[in-house]
């Protein structure tokens, strides 16, 4: 298992490389540009500046996420083509910096979603993203979009980048018509024409999953269960057309078992990198962010931890995903310093517990 990071930038994040490098066990970052907008081509020189920053620092930078797919590809307009062959100019600029790995989703509109980014923890006062599908339901799509980035921090977050949410509404009405066996249909057309420029260059496409594991606003979502990921990894039948397997994501739904969901793709030599985080249901369609740790939460870290241990390559990447606010650091939503490094230590303690058991079961 390689832990990583997601960092932002020098310009854009709270925590420096020097923090990222001084968490034991770190080998690098899932890196990200996140001043770019969709369907731009993120030019040599941007990635080599950044990959060269992150190398200074002793860092990896082999896994890059959020290289958003444009609305257009998604609704299967026109105007796709270009958007694609942009999108096949950043994967090769990506490999030939060292990129092994891009994390993207193909999610109609949004990205994840939350009703509230800093809903505070009785227990401790840490506070962590909170979700009520009860309180989304008096919201229209805008008023959550603003009130998203009003409670920001004054960060950008990654899949709300503003001028992709701009024509939110035009967007949204487009969609109307669209239905998931349309979207998936569309989602081919864009497999079928990078997967083979990722098998050329030796990068991996990782899907993430919908955020929560369940369709909003009446959106055509398709990637939120196993069913659905059977589906996409037929779409294109190589191992370049991989996952990223968060288990917060689709742990928010607790019907998705993620142990066997891991052990499924991890089988299949399917999963090309993990968010590994953990999640409380609150009630039907409500749930916070947790610690990382099994009995802080609803999901059990251990038998993640095994399942990737028995099913994925050794050198897997994964990160700790979205922490709480803790010991009163302000920072973008979900992406302090403090509760992620907690987390981090955390995961790669399991990963020695079943790494030392296992040997000991070998010997014996
Ligand atoms: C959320 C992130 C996602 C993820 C994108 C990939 O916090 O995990 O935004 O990076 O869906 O495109």
Known sequence: MKMTFRW??????????KQIKQ?????????????????????????????DEVHAAGLECEVIESVNVHEDIKMGLPTRDEYIANYIT???????????????????????LRTDLARVIEEDGSNSLYFDERELGSMTPLEIVR?????SNGFTLPGWEPERLAELEKTLKQYESITPDMFRANYKYFLDAVIPVCEEVGIRM??????????????????????????????HDSPANALCLCTGSLGSNPDNDIPAIIR???????????HIRNVKYLGY????????????????????????YDTCPRDVYVRPDHGRMIWDEVGRPGYGLYDRALGAAYLNGLWEAVDKCAATARRS
Request: charged share 25%.
């Open 23 to 51: 968490i034991p066990g770190m080998s690098g970052l899932m890196g990200v540009l996140d001043y770019k907008a969709a369907g731009e081509v993120w030019t040599k020189e941007e990635i080599r500046e950044y990959v």
């Open 264 to 274: 499924h793709f991890g089988e299949m030599d399917r999963i090309a990198c993990l």
């Open 8 to 17: 932002y930038g020098s310009d854009s994040d709270s925590i420096t490389l």
């Open 285 to 308: 369609r409500r749930f916070r962010e947790a610690a990382h740790l099994s009995s802080t939460g609803d999901l059990d870290m251990f038998e993640i931890v095994k399942a990737v």
């Open 90 to 112: 950043t994967i090769r600029n990506l490999a030939e910096y060292g990129i092994k790995v891009i994390v993207y989703n193909f999610m109609p509109v949004l990205d994840w």
């Open 147 to 151: 009130k998203t980035a009003e409670d």
């Open 206 to 235: 990782a899907v993430h999953p919908d955020d929560p594991a369940w369709p909003i606003f009446g959106l055509p979502r398709i990637s939120h269960s196993q069913e659905d990921f059977d589906k996409i990894v037929a779409l």
